[in-house]
């Protein structure tokens, strides 16, 4: 069974930053073909893809956050990292992260976690 | 890389059909075969209804379909239920960045 479990802080300030963990089991991010994305939500607002980390470390970020954003894995822990800085009071969100099927589809996610910006 | 334009909102009765739209460009829907659909019921994790274009997980129910014409992809859902009443979001492979969503469709059945 394939379960992707998302891990981090409920709450950040303002410019601090925001480590989120994403711990999998089911599939290894070494077998060929697999990638994991970070996606977030921000409360009743769409969903928004992030970063994206390959089984051979390629990684992919969104255009707009590109210079805040960093994805890495450690194949060992079965875990997905992913590191944002400078926090905003928008970047308040549920972030999931998925388990991609081929080049285009999420079909694993994760619960989701909030984190909230706020003084 | 814009977001997917879907409608704000759709509805139906029980039983009727219904279709969410999708618009892209070229750089996303028209250039590539990797147009996926979500179902999002309010808090809780979207789940895939539909992968490449026209393909449907296991377990996802066959009044669930996809398709796509140029820049422009579809879902349909066939014999509306209310459990289906739910956000629905597209998104699509891109020439720029690996995936873009749609801007999510609230589907109410009436």
């Known amino acids: 069974q394939v379960t992707l479990k998302e891990s981090g802080p409920a709450l950040v300030k303002p410019t601090q930053t925001l480590t989120l963990t994403c711990t999998f089991s089911g599939f290894s991010l070494s077998t060929r073909a697999t990638r994991v994305s970070w996606i977030r939500q921000p409360p009743g607002k769409a969903l928004e893809w992030l970063a994206r980390i390959d089984w051979d470390d390629d990684k992919f970020y969104s255009t707009s956050l590109k210079t805040r954003l960093t994805i890495s894995k450690d194949t060992s822990k079965n875990q997905v990292v992913l590191i944002l800085t400078n926090m905003d009071p928008v970047d308040t969100a549920t972030y999931y992260c998925?388990?991609?099927?081929?080049?285009?589809?999420?079909?694993?996610w994760g619960q989701g976690t909030m984190v909230t910006v706020s003084s | 890389q814009s977001a997917l334009t879907q409608p704000a909102s759709v509805s139906g009765s029980p039983g009727q059909p219904i279709t969410i739209s999708c618009s892209g460009t070229?750089?996303?829907?028209?250039?590539?075969?990797?147009v996926s659909w979500y179902q999002q019921h309010p808090g809780k994790a979207p789940k895939l209804m539909i992968y490449?274009?026209?393909n449907r997980p296991s377990g996802v129910s066959s009044r669930f379909s996809g398709s796509k014409s140029g820049n422009t992809a579809s879902l349909t859902i066939s014999g509306l239920q209310a459990e289906d009443e739910a956000d629905y979001y597209c998104?699509?492979?891109?020439?720029?960045?690996?995936?873009?969503f749609g801007g999510g469709t609230k589907l109410t059945v009436l």
């Open positions: 070229s750089s996303d829907i028209g250039g590539y075969d990797y």
């Open positions: 490449d274009v026209i």
């Open positions: 998925a388990r991609m099927a081929g080049p285009g589809a999420f079909d694993i």
């Open positions: 998104s699509s492979y891109t020439s720029s960045t690996p995936v873009v």
